[in-house]
């Protein structure tokens, strides 16, 4: 996976950071809950059992928006823990909001580089799970390098997962779908679980966006692949 080294091309970014408006709850949460819930990047592998308080399946999540989602999920399986990555200050505020409102022990967030977490802060096959939802499309031709699903990344997911462990990716843009399925089916680490794409897994809530596109029409595809 590149990285950024002196006298080196800078890597291209997936993804764009925008001001964003943080509202009084997601400020209020950032200062109250984050010191409990947010873990600072650091370049050395975590002790997932230390952070956590317990031994259990770890799901990563890489750009959960808003956090609604990965609230949902994390609630409906205490019996997992959760690391979400995100960039953007008002999605982490938003999240560290849900974890307060529903209680939530078992999510801890990242706010830094997807890359640079896997990369550095997650040790190879400690993972029993990986979720990336509806990641920027990037639409237009000339910016397809910059999305995130390419063969160097999937490469380093693929490794971050251990045996038994999968990958679960969703895009409502069809072309993206067609990449995302072209790059993890080259993977050797991975396998298909179904033909193609999956039916959407009960383990991922439908989004008020995604009913919306249901409602017009648009089609959403899910990838689930599994490490042997």
Do not use: C
């Not at 408006?21 to 400020?27: E, F, H, I, L, T």
């Not at 230390?50 to 808003?66: D, N, S």
């Not at 956090?67 to 409906?76: D, K, P, R, S, Y």
């Not at 809530?205 to 689930?224: A, M, N, Y």
Request: hydrophobic share 40%.
């Amino acid at each position: 996976m590149p990285t950024d080294t002196p006298g080196a091309h800078p890597r291209i970014r997936s993804y764009v950071l925008r001001a964003g408006r943080v509202g009084s709850g997601q400020a209020r949460a950032l200062a109250e809950i984050g010191p409990q819930f947010m873990l600072p990047y650091q370049p050395i592998a975590l002790d997932l059992d230390a952070v956590f308080g317990r031994t259990v399946p770890r799901i990563l999540e890489i750009g959960f928006g808003m956090g609604e989602g990965l609230a949902e999920i994390a609630a409906a399986h205490p019996e997992n823990d959760y690391l979400g990555v995100e960039v953007h200050t008002p999605g982490v505020g938003a999240l560290l909001k849900q974890i307060g409102e529903r209680g939530l022990t078992n999510v801890r967030v990242v706010q830094h580089d997807a890359v640079e977490v896997l990369t550095h802060m997650l040790a190879p096959a400690s993972l029993a799970g990986i979720h990336i939802f509806f990641p920027d499309p990037w639409h237009k031709k000339r910016h397809h390098k910059r999305r995130l699903i390419q063969p160097p990344l999937v490469q380093r997911l693929a490794s971050r997962i251990r045996p038994g462990g999968y990958i679960h990716l969703a895009t409502d843009w069809q072309d993206y779908a067609e990449q995302m399925l072209a790059v993890l089916t080259a993977e050797p680490l991975l396998q298909n679980t179904v033909t193609d794409y999956a039916p959407r897994p009960d383990t991922r809530p439908l989004t008020k966006f995604e009913q919306r596109g249901i409602r017009l029409g648009h089609g959403v595809w899910d990838l689930v692949f599994r490490r042997p």
